[in-house]
């Protein structure tokens, strides 16, 4: 496997920080990549299935967008309906 070289710049405590802890810097910072490239993937298909949800069933009222962002800011936590049984 071929492996580009990146130098990256650290703040000097930062880096004192991790030579201390014994850090291998590199390893954190192909994983720090590899989750935010996953990050905007996810992120992508998201954008692309609420597309896809407007397409089909309209855009979210005004209203709808402000109680959404009324209920995100709350902290409120959603809970799961209870199945009936049958």
């Known amino acids: 496997m071929c492996m580009a070289r990146r130098n990256i710049s650290l703040p000097d405590d930062l880096d004192d920080g991790a030579r201390r802890a014994g850090l291998n810097v590199s390893a954190l910072a192909q994983r720090a990549v590899a989750q935010e490239l996953d990050r905007q993937?996810?992120?992508?298909?998201?954008?692309?299935?609420?597309?896809?949800?407007?397409?089909?069933?309209?855009?979210?009222?005004?209203?709808?967008?402000?109680?959404?962002?009324?209920?995100?800011?709350?902290?409120?936590?959603?809970?799961?309906?209870?199945?009936?049984?049958?």
Do not use: C, N, V, Y
């Open 41 to 86: 993937a996810r992120m992508a298909q998201l954008d692309a299935w609420l597309d896809e949800l407007d397409a089909a069933h309209g855009a979210p009222s005004s209203q709808a967008m402000a109680d959404a962002k009324e209920w995100f800011g709350s902290g409120r936590t959603i809970h799961p309906r209870k199945r009936a049984a049958g």
